[in-house]
């Protein structure tokens, strides 16, 4: 069993930053990051393999958005840079034991999430 517990979101201006973390219980996987905006599906925001030498982006946030981790505080983060209204979402870390994916049911284990708010 994995426990994900999400930290970092906040209300940030457009072109604001904000780094979200995703601390892990257990043994890690790949992990991925994903996000839901009201009335919206969830949709993949990307993703990175355990060893963190394989990494995909959604082409949204492609050139922003950073993913980076560290498997001996066995954290994922999450670099925003450039932030957009658009991003405004609930973003939810996942983690899986398989490849890097950008289906949801690639991912066994799912954080509550944490809120990001963009104001324009």
């Known amino acids: 069993q994995v426990q994900l517990d999400e930290s970092g979101g906040g209300l940030v201006q457009a072109g604001g930053s904000l780094r979200l973390s995703c601390a892990a219980s257990?043994?890690?996987?790949?992990m991925a990051w994903f996000r839901q905006a009201p009335g919206k599906e969830r949709e993949f925001v990307v993703a990175?393999?355990?060893?963190?030498?394989?990494?995909d982006y959604a082409e949204s946030v492609r050139g922003r958005f950073t993913i980076s981790r560290d498997n001996a505080k066995n954290t994922v983060y999450l670099q925003m840079n450039s932030l957009k209204p658009e991003d405004t979402a609930v973003y939810y870390c996942?983690?899986?034991?398989?490849?890097?994916?950008?289906?949801?049911?690639?991912?066994?284990?799912w954080g509550q999430g944490t809120q990001v708010t963009v104001s324009s």
């Open positions: 996942a983690a899986g034991p398989y490849g890097m994916s950008t289906k949801r049911a690639g991912y066994y284990y």
């Open positions: 257990g043994r890690t996987y790949t």
């Open positions: 990175i393999s355990w060893s963190g030498g394989s990494t």
